[in-house]
């Protein structure tokens, strides 16, 4: 199977008989992609260790962010968690003034190079 990247949006090819074929146009990446890219670009041979390695840093970046730290990765970007304090706001269907309470939530900051390669 191979990937190939046009303005944003993966397609999925197949070799059938000797022929590439259009197997899959999406315009989001999912898992199962993520898991055939990253088997490519490492020469990872078995799929099961391509779904730990993507796993592993999920869950890597899940547990670091729940300590409350952030993780910085260079040329990508920072992961951390931010604190929103309690507040006022209006439900748009009433109008009825409601209280929205505190939370902290996961954040990302996309890095200048990423930035760059998207646009």
Known sequence: ??????????ILYKRVKGRI???DLCIRM??????????QAAGIEVKKQAITAVDA???????????G???????FGTFRVTRRAAREGINPRT???????AKIAPKFRAAKALKEAVM
């Open 21 to 23: 074929c259009l197997i």
């Open 30 to 39: 999912k898992k199962p992609e993520l898991i055939e890219v990253v088997m």
């Open 57 to 67: 840093v999920f869950e890597t970046i899940t547990k670091v962010l729940a300590k």
């Open 69 to 75: 730290e952030e993780v910085a990765v260079p040329g």
């Open 95 to 101: 109008g009825e003034k409601i209280q929205i309470a």
């Open 1 to 10: 199977m191979l990937l190939f990247f046009t303005c944003g949006i993966c």
